[in-house]
C-alpha cells in the first residue's frame, strides 16, 4: 500500500483527502517511480472541480507530472536502469508515494537540478514544446507573445523560446511580476490590469504585431490577440480562464491569412507524447544542463497538504511553479 492524494469529491481545495491505495500494477512499457515529488498544475485544479475528469484507463489520482527514482519495470533496451533518478509526464496518480509512467515519456533529471526541481519540468515543457514550436511552428527569428507570463507555463515559455533565439513579448498581473518576465528573458512584459495589451504589442512591435502568441485565457481575449499578431500570425488556446466562447474578426483572419488553434495534451496516445519527449531531450534538456533554462519553484508543500497548495495555485499569487513532496516511507 501507499499514501495518495484523492478527489473526495468535486469542489474546493479541502476535499483534497490523504488515503491509502494499493500500489499501481505496471501495463507494459511502464515502469513504477517511487515519487519525490510532483507538480502542481492548473488541469489537476479544473479535474479536482468535476471539469477535466481522467482519461479511460487513467488513474483517478491527480498529478501529471513527477520525480523520482525507477524501482521497477522493464527497462531493457532503453537509456535507464532501475535505480535511476528521471522525471515523467503521466495521464495521473501524480500525487502519491508511486506512480506508474510510460518509460518512453520519461527523461533523465538534468545535471545539478533536485528532484523537486525536475518534477516541475514535464507537464509544462511537453505543452509549451507540443504547441508553441510544433503546433504553431515559431521558428527563425519570429517573436512570440506568452498571456500569463509568470505561470508555470508561461515561465517555460519564455525561457524556452528566449532561449532558442525569439523575441518574447509577456502579459503579467502586476509590475512586480512583469519584471520576474524580464528577468527570465522577455523583452517586454505587459501588465495587464494597467494596459492594454494588444496596443502595448503593436507599440513596442512598431506596429508589426508578434508571429505567435500562446494563450490561456481565450474568451475576449481571442480578438484582442488577432489584432497584435503579424501576418500569418497563429494564436495557440491551450486554456479556457477566460471562457469558452470568442466572437472573431474573421476579415482580419482571412486578409491577413491568420490562424487560430489549440489543443490538450492529456489524451493523446503515449507515442504521440514520446515523440515530444524526444524533441525535448534533444533540443532543451542540453539547455537545462547547462543552466541556461532553470526551473522556477515558488513553493513547495507536503503531500498532506495538498488542498493549501491548491488554494495557492487559484489564488494566481505564485510566480513559476507549486511543487508536493511525498514523504519517505
Not at 481545495?13 to 517511487?34: D, F, H, M, T
Request: glycine share 10%.
Amino acid at each position: 500500500m501507499m499514501q495518495a492524494i484523492e478527489i473526495s469529491r468535486p469542489g474546493g481545495p479541502e476535499v483534497l483527502q490523504l488515503c491509502e491505495r494499493p500500489i499501481p500494477s505496471l501495463r507494459p512499457g511502464e515502469v513504477l517511480i517511487k515519487v519525490a515529488a510532483a507538480g502542481i498544475n492548473r488541469p489537476d485544479v479544473f479535474q479536482r472541480k468535476g471539469a477535466y475528469p481522467a482519461p479511460a484507463g487513467a488513474s483517478d489520482l491527480p498529478g501529471l507530472e513527477v520525480a523520482g527514482e525507477i524501482v521497477a519495470g522493464d527497462v531493457a533496451g532503453s537509456e535507464f536502469a532501475l535505480g535511476d533518478q528521471v522525471c515523467a509526464l503521466v495521464t495521473g496518480g501524480g500525487y502519491a508515494q508511486y506512480c506508474a509512467a510510460p518509460l518512453s515519456q520519461c527523461l533523465p533529471v538534468p545535471k545539478n537540478l533536485t528532484l523537486v526541481e525536475a518534477a516541475s519540468l514535464p507537464e509544462n515543457f511537453y505543452t509549451v514544446w507540443s504547441n508553441v514550436f510544433d503546433r504553431a511552428q515559431l521558428s527563425g527569428s519570429q517573436t512570440l507573445l506568452v498571456q500569463g507570463g509568470t505561470s508555470g507555463i508561461g515561465v517555460t515559455a519564455i525561457q524556452m523560446a528566449a532561449a532558442l533565439g525569439h523575441p518574447v513579448l509577456a502579459t503579467a498581473g502586476s509590475d512586480a511580476k512583469c519584471r520576474a518576465c524580464e528577468q527570465l528573458g522577455a523583452v517586454h512584459a505587459i501588465n495587464y490590469r494597467t494596459h492594454d495589451f494588444a496596443v502595448e504589442v503593436m507599440s513596442y512591435t512598431q506596429g508589426r504585431g508578434v508571429d505567435v502568441v500562446l494563450d490561456m485565457v481565450a474568451g475576449d481575449y481571442v480578438n484582442r490577440e488577432l489584432s497584435c499578431l503579424a501576418d500569418d500570425g497563429r494564436i495557440v488556446i491551450i486554456a479556457l480562464l477566460g471562457g469558452a466562447s470568442a466572437t472573431l474578426d474573421m476579415s482580419a483572419v482571412m486578409r491577413r491569412r491568420l490562424s487560430v488553434t489549440g489543443s490538450t495534451l492529456r489524451a493523446r496516445p503515449v507515442a504521440f507524447k514520446q515523440a515530444i519527449a524526444q524533441r525535448l531531450r534533444q533540443t532543451i534538456w542540453p539547455l537545462l544542463d547547462a543552466g541556461t533554462i532553470k526551473p522556477v519553484i515558488y513553493q513547495t508543500f507536503p503531500m498532506e497538504q495538498a488542498g493549501q497548495a491548491h488554494a495557492l495555485m487559484e489564488s494566481s499569487e505564485h510566480i513559476g511553479k507549486i511543487v508536493l513532496t511525498m514523504p519517505v516511507n
